[in-house]
């Protein structure tokens, strides 16, 4: 019964020491931000600043070339919130079709959106992109955001495995009960897979927050461009990178993300108390 | 009978139409200009030439950097996806709880995730397995011999590889999501049986969780074949030293907007896809055998 | 209830979706006023006319903060005497500028003015997607001032597809101090390859480095054109050199200075992240072979005095060569091709702005220019200029643009530099292994 009694002291133990080494890098990022741009590397093994400056985060703040870094992060904002919601919401509404239903061709459609997962980004990215150029969606954010409102494969998987896990006795008692699919779906799974829509939509908004390759190529002017392109604007191969003003704004990026992880992480937390059959 | 289908359909294709419609339009459409791309000259910048299944050929006969990518990325996939989701698995195992210190817990072991794809953390990556940098401090400290990190390809990839594994937090998270969703009823049951902590596991956590388990290794394996940034970033685009972080993507990118070679690329794009099926369909396959749905009707 | 929130909440996304599709926003409406769109036939732009039509150009360039800064100023300027002209600016880091602009040419998308560097030259302009500016020559553009070596730098073949913006030569940027510090009171005038590998030696004993390697891309060519061979052969089918020995000997004593840690290894390099890390900064190395252009920027981070060395003889003059650090050139698509020449010759000439521009993009081409800015450039900025002023004169013309598939080549060449500096692959092997890979990759140009 010792074992019992040190079982929760080692637990503690482990979880905090290894806590701390997954958070060691972010640690060092932090307090990058504080050092003088040119001490950084230079002073990279110890993490405290020596002086401790906050200028990284006020020049950092006025942003490149006339935009704010308040731009950038409202046009984050605006990209990541568009794309979470259709994208979520689209991916789940399809995943009950698949999860639930039955129709001729859903297995060839399961492949089909298997096989879109797989399919590596680099090369539809030229094809797409003359796409979009040919219906004139270019220098906006619409190549970004409207696709999500289509489903992503991922999601549709996520939810697909997550629905699976809801007894199909469930739906039975419910159409019995004079349930309509759309009902069914509305009213009853949706609720039952709140904690993968919450992971989903954590997902999303960091990916989207993250996402380079879509502001790259559809954003031509500086005024529209997201917190990513912003970021890479500190970086300059010819002459001196603003290490400092880069790490700075890379942690003030990090603030919308960890806020929405916060919000929607107890969503995952409660999960279902009843297995729903109540 | 006929009617009854009809309506099956229609209800079922009005809940999947979004998928279906964005797939023709945003999907096909550029996948089938890219199939073509692939068995022609196109430099981007001229029309494409046709040239049939030359770039095929000279990728499997005549590219040394074809297949050293492949073996890397492979080395990244088959060591990292595991790493990667047995740690997610245990921690997500260990923070299973309703703690209040857990929820910290949860957010530190996520955090990494979530900063993860940036320039910034791949730079302090690189930074962090410097000649003089931390890790090698912390070998000293322990008695080890630095190691010259960039110097060798195989540590190099070594770098990749805990980047990637560092960053185990997304699939924790979907791994969390699924043991939350597991009924308690089903412990409490077993612990009336006087079920024991290991059994437990193996019949209940394990079966219960096995569609989430697909999942993560699906997605994880697809994930990690196309990781490109912290390649990028970290060998500062070259692939280096000696190819060792020559991701497939990295070089694909490589053809596409370095050498101008979009034909090529179009084909390597098409390669991966095919071994990335083949590997998925062997995941499924084999997924009968031990992944258990609660609802009927699998696939 | 949770479901009426969430479709309430699908409603109001779809809705927001709809009004910005339909409406279009700023960025839509911006993109169908693109320039390239509106409908402009070739001779209705004329010079300076009070009464001139509205134009709208897209100028896109590639810089850090600093040049993104001065450049929208410049085109203030420009705005300025120019009312009629809309400017749209697309600016970006270097990574992003390249992965943008291909795309953007398979869509004919391209911005009517567009930054270009010399590895990225030959493929745009050989692809015929930059407009030949040949005939804007003394008209919108103005020459007079610009010598004709320095606006070779854009030609190809028999067209001019691109103004170069400034100059650049080869030298060795080092610390006077530290050099003496190795027990070297100068670099001698002249010196040789033997000199070089003297000093280094030099250097290793003082416990320095003395440079920080060659860059087999750019100093491999410098080496063959001192001694009367060219890396690429005239029409980019081959290599233009036929003794392998010449490969063995450059490499060959680049790599024993490596081995022998007068030079840094390739890995110590790999974790340069730029300027500020330098081991001349850092007070371990004498000095660096790069670009004039460069010399400021580094002068700066060092904070110390720097000074400017020509390159390795013998035969420096055949080696030395004054290279465009870019250019602006006009896309082939463009539907204003005269106000974006217009724009163009205002940048290269007008003094005013250049005194924003003090040499970023290189040492001035105006001849005008140089000599207005030397008021108001600091003591760096002056020892360049007189460095590349003396290049001029002690310099033979460049060679041509590299050919197409020239990143290819270089790829292979710093592989097996890399190799060879790791002691994996002797030089004789990896002069017939280059000459072999070279020669397969630019025979696809015949």
């Known amino acids: ?278 | 009978m006929k009617s009854l289908s009809l309506k099956n359909n229609l209800i079922g294709y009005t809940f999947i139409g979004p998928f279906v419609i964005g797939f023709l339009i945003f999907t096909l459409i550029p996948a089938a200009a890219s199939l073509y791309f692939s068995v022609t000259d196109y430099d981007l910048l001229s029309t494409p030439s046709f040239i049939g299944f030359e770039n095929y050929q000279s990728m499997f006969t005549d590219d040394s950097k074809f297949w050293a990518s492949l073996k890397v990325t492979f080395l990244y996939v088959f060591i990292g996806v595991p790493l990667r989701l047995a740690f997610a698995l245990f921690i997500a195992m260990i923070l299973n709880t309703a703690s209040k210190a857990i929820g910290l817990y949860r957010t530190v072991y996520y955090l990494p995730s979530i900063i993860g794809g940036s320039v910034a953390v791949s730079i302090m990556w690189r930074n962090l397995y410097g000649d003089e940098g931390v890790i090698n401090i912390f070998l000293n400290a322990l008695g080890l011999d630095s190691v010259r990190w960039f110097a060798e390809p195989a540590a190099a990839l070594w770098m990749l590889i805990t980047l990637s594994v560092w960053q185990f937090g997304s699939s924790m998270l979907i791994f969390l999501a699924g043991l939350k969703n597991i009924p308690p009823e089903l412990y409490e049951a077993s612990n009336v049986d006087g079920a024991g902590s290991i059994i437990r596991f193996f019949k209940i956590t394990l079966p219960m969780l096995s569609p989430i388990i697909l999942f993560n290794t699906i997605m994880q394996t697809i994930g990690a074949f196309m990781t490109f940034v912290p390649a990028y970033i970290i060998s500062k685009g070259e692939g280096g030293p000696l190819d060792g972080t020559l991701l497939y993507s990295l070089y694909l990118f490589r053809q596409a907007f370095v050498y101008f070679d979009m034909g090529y690329a179009s084909a390597m794009a098409w390669v991966m896809l095919i071994i990335i099926a083949i590997l998925t369909g062997i995941l499924f396959a084999t997924s009968k055998k031990w992944v258990h749905y609660e609802s009927k009707g699998g696939h | 209830m949770k479901a009426p929130k969430k479709m309430l909440l699908m409603l109001m996304a779809f809705a927001l979706v709809l009004v910005s599709a339909c409406g279009g926003g700023n960025s839509g409406n911006g993109n169908i006023a693109n320039s390239t769109n509106t409908p402009k036939s070739g001779n209705e732009v004329k010079e300076d006319t009070t009464d001139a039509k509205p134009v709208t150009l897209r100028i896109a360039w590639w810089g850090g903060q600093p040049r993104h800064d001065y450049t929208m100023k410049v085109i203030e300027m420009y705005k300025a005497k120019n009312p009629n002209v809309t400017i749209e600016m697309e600016y970006a880091n270097y990574d992003d500028y390249w992965k943008k602009l291909a795309p953007q040419a398979a869509a004919n998308e391209l911005p009517d003015i567009i930054q270009i560097d010399t590895q990225n030259y030959s493929q745009y302009a050989g692809r015929n997607q930059l407009a030949d500016l040949t005939p804007f020559l003394g008209k919108q553009i103005d020459v007079s001032d610009i010598s004709q070596n320095a606006i070779d730098g854009g030609k190809l073949g028999d067209g001019l597809y691109g103004i170069n913006l400034g100059v650049n030569a080869l030298g060795f940027n080092y610390d006077p101090a530290l050099l003496k510090k190795a027990g070297i009171d100068s670099i001698p005038e002249n010196f040789t390859w033997d000199d070089y590998v003297e000093m280094a030696g030099k250097a290793k004993a003082a416990g320095l480095y003395f440079d920080n390697g060659m860059r087999a891309e750019v100093f491999f060519g410098y080496y063959l054109r001192t001694l009367g061979k060219t890396l690429f052969n005239a029409d980019g089918t081959g290599l233009g050199y036929e003794d392998d020995k010449m490969f063995t000997d450059f490499f060959g004593m680049l790599a024993k200075l490596v081995i022998d840690g007068a030079v840094p290894s390739p890995d110590v390099l790999a974790q340069i992240k730029g300027a500020e890390d330098s081991h001349l900064v850092l007070n371990q190395g004498i000095g660096v072979w790069q670009w004039s252009n460069q010399y400021v920027g580094l002068q700066q981070v060092a904070n110390r005095p720097l000074a400017i060395a020509p390159m390795v003889g013998p035969n420096m003059e055949k080696g030395l060569f004054l290279k465009p650090s870019m250019f602006f050139s006009v896309s082939e698509n463009s539907k204003v091709k005269e106000e974006a020449a217009k724009f163009i010759s205002f940048f290269v000439n007008d003094i005013e702005a250049n005194k924003l521009i003090l040499g970023d993009r290189g040492v001035p081409v105006s001849a005008k220019v140089k000599e207005a800015l030397k008021e108001v450039s600091t003591e760096a900025q002056i020892q360049v200029y007189d460095y590349v002023a003396w290049a001029e004169a002690n310099s033979s013309p460049m060679d041509p643009a590299d050919p197409i598939g020239s990143a290819e080549v270089f790829k292979s060449l710093t592989s097996l530099a890399e190799q060879m500096n790791y002691n994996k692959i002797k030089p004789e092997e990896a002069a017939k292994k280059f000459r072999d890979e070279a020669t397969a990759i630019l025979k696809k140009n015949k």
């Open chain 1, 1 to 278: 019964m010792i074992l019992k009694k040190l079982k929760w002291p080692i637990y503690h133990i482990f979880v905090a020491a290894l806590a701390l080494v997954m958070v060691y890098p972010v640690l060092w990022l932090l307090m990058s931000s504080f050092k003088q741009s040119n001490l950084i590397f230079a002073t990279a093994d110890s993490l405290i600043p020596q002086p401790w400056i906050w200028e990284n985060y006020k020049i950092g703040w006025i942003g490149i070339a006339g935009q704010s870094f308040g731009n950038f992060i409202m046009n984050s904002l605006e990209i990541v919130i568009l794309s979470t919601i259709g994208a979520v919401l689209s991916s789940a509404f399809i995943a009950f079709g698949f999860a639930r239903l039955n129709f001729t061709g859903k297995t060839f459609w399961f492949g089909i959106m298997m096989v879109t997962l797989m399919l590596p980004h680099d090369v539809v990215l030229v094809p797409q992109y003359i796409l979009f150029a040919k219906i004139h969606w270019l220098n906006s954010i619409k190549p970004i955001v409207i696709p999500q409102y289509f489903g992503i494969p991922f999601f549709i998987f996520l939810l697909i495995q997550f629905i699976r896990t809801i007894p199909n006795e469930l739906d039975e008692a419910a159409t019995i009960d004079g349930c309509g699919k759309f009902r069914l779906f509305f009213r009853i799974i949706l609720p039952l897979v709140v904690p993968a829509l919450a992971t989903a939509s954590i997902f999303s908004f960091y990916w989207r927050w993250e996402d380079l390759l879509g502001p790259v190529l559809y954003l031509n002017r500086p005024s529209l461009y997201p917190v990513s392109m912003g970021l890479k604007m500190f970086l300059d191969s010819d002459t001196v990178s603003n290490w400092g003003a880069m790490f700075a704004m890379s942690i003030v990026s990090l603030i919308p993300v960890l806020a929405i992880f916060f919000a929607f992480q107890k969503y995952i937390v409660e999960g279902i108390s009843t297995s729903g059959l109540k």
